[in-house]
Every structure is written in structure tokens, then in C-alpha cells.
């Protein structure tokens, strides 16, 4: 069956940066996109980008240009979301998510989601 | 960037009752529709795509309907399982980017 793991929970401080990571088994890693979309606490959601494993080309969300990247090792099927510049209000889950997709192509929605990872920022 | 906005913002209903969640669009949104359910402590589960496809593995009683800027999920009747938070989420063809709504909450009554 499909599942997506994530890391564990971090605290950082303001201004530092952290790297979550998304093991995918179950399914070849490189047939789907793979989203981040974080949660802050008591909030809704926010998609932050995707990223397509198989050629390692990446969208992000305007909001979180220049401030998040996205990478993959293919070799472990594992998805990294990197958020530098920390502030407190980064403070949030944050899941990694595989894109519905048939036929070849997308369908807009997430299917499969990891358990979350909660970043803390605080001083 | 298309907003959004989801009613109610919660929704007190009994087991066995019919639930009617809405979701509008600020402008019209293309057939990348979907809806979500939460509980506490977990990650969303996937309902419903392309407006009004079931995902795999989801009770017949969740049904999705609407089409340019308005939407809605209906929950034939409540089981006691149901009983979490809705969320709304489409998908822009240009830019590519992904927006959920605010999120209905259906508690128990």
C-alpha cells in the first residue's frame, strides 16, 4: 500500500532552516508529483509547491519563492521540502502529498499524505 | 488568485441527518475541485475529485455536485464517523497553483 513518511518534529530558531523529508513506498516515486502543503496550528491550508521526481522541475507557490526548496533523491524515493528564514509564524505541519493523476495526467487533487511534520519556530 | 470561501463555518447536525456543505468560488474554477475531511490529529483524507468523483474507497453516501464558482458536498446520512472538518481545494490551470477554502466543521448536535 502507498505510504508517504515524514520526519519527525523539529524546533528551530528564528531565522534558521529546516528540511523535512518524505519517504514514498508503495507506488513509483517518480510517476507522481509530489506537493508540500502545510497547516498552521488551528488553521486551514496552505499548498507551498510541487515537485515532479522524475525530472526534479519544481512549482512554488509565489508566497514561498526564493524562501523554499524542493528536492529528491530518487535512488531512496524520498521527497525534501527546505524552508530557510524562519519566523514564528512558519510555525505549523507541514505534509508532503502525492497528486491524483490517470491517464498521464494530473488531476488537481492529493491523494496520498504523509503524517505530517510540525516545525516549531520559537526563540 | 482564485479564493474560496466555504458555509457554514459549522454545521450541528444528529447522526442520520443529511449534511449540505457549500463551497464558492471567487471566480470560476475549472473541473479541479476536491474535497477533504479531518480529523483531529490526522492528515485529510481525499473525498471527492473533479468536483463529483468519489475517491477510491469512499462511502456512496458522500456525493460532490456544482460547476463554475459553486460547489457542494452532501452527506446522505451522518455516520457517527463523519463527524469532522470539510475542506475545499481547486486547482488553477494558469498559474499552477492549488487553493483550499477555510473549512466547514460538522459536529454533533
Known amino acids: 500500500q502507498v505510504q508517504l513518511v515524514q520526519s519527525g518534529a523539529e524546533v528551530k530558531k528564528p531565522g534558521a532552516s529546516v528540511k523535512v523529508s518524505c519517504k514514498a513506498s508503495?507506488?513509483?516515486?517518480?510517476?507522481?508529483?509530489m506537493h508540500w502543503v502545510r497547516q498552521a496550528p488551528g488553521q486551514g491550508f496552505e499548498w507551498m509547491g510541487w515537485?515532479?521526481?522524475?525530472?526534479?522541475?519544481?512549482n512554488y507557490a509565489q508566497k514561498f519563492q526564493g524562501w523554499v526548496t524542493m528536492t529528491r533523491d530518487t535512488s531512496i524515493s524520498t521527497a525534501y521540502m527546505e524552508l530557510s528564514r524562519l519566523r514564528s509564524d512558519d510555525t505549523a505541519v507541514y505534509y508532503c502529498?502525492?497528486?491524483?493523476?490517470?491517464?498521464?495526467?494530473?488531476?488537481?487533487?492529493?491523494?496520498?499524505w504523509g503524517q505530517g511534520s510540525l516545525v516549531i519556530v520559537s526563540s | 488568485e482564485i479564493v474560496l470561501t466555504q458555509s457554514p463555518a459549522t454545521l450541528s447536525l444528529s447522526p442520520g441527518e443529511r449534511a449540505t456543505l457549500s463551497c464558492r468560488a471567487s471566480?470560476?474554477?475549472?473541473?479541479?475541485l476536491a474535497w477533504y475531511q479531518q480529523k483531529p490529529g490526522q492528515a485529510p483524507r481525499l473525498l471527492i475529485y473533479?468536483?463529483?468523483n468519489r475517491a477510491t474507497g469512499i462511502p456512496a453516501r458522500f456525493s460532490g455536485s456544482g460547476s463554475g464558482t459553486d460547489f457542494t458536498l452532501t452527506i446522505s446520512s451522518l455516520e457517527p464517523e463523519d463527524f469532522a472538518i470539510y475542506y475545499c481545494?481547486?486547482?488553477?490551470?494558469?498559474?499552477?497553483?492549488?487553493?483550499f477554502g477555510p473549512g466547514t466543521k460538522v459536529d454533533i448536535k
Open positions: 502529498a502525492t497528486e491524483l493523476a490517470a491517464g498521464g495526467s494530473e488531476l488537481g487533487a492529493f491523494d496520498y
Open positions: 508503495g507506488y513509483t516515486f517518480i510517476d507522481y508529483y
Open positions: 515537485i515532479n521526481p522524475n525530472s526534479g522541475d519544481t
Open positions: 471566480q470560476s474554477v475549472s473541473r479541479y
Open positions: 473533479d468536483a463529483s
Open positions: 481545494q481547486q486547482r488553477s490551470n494558469w498559474p499552477p497553483t492549488f487553493t
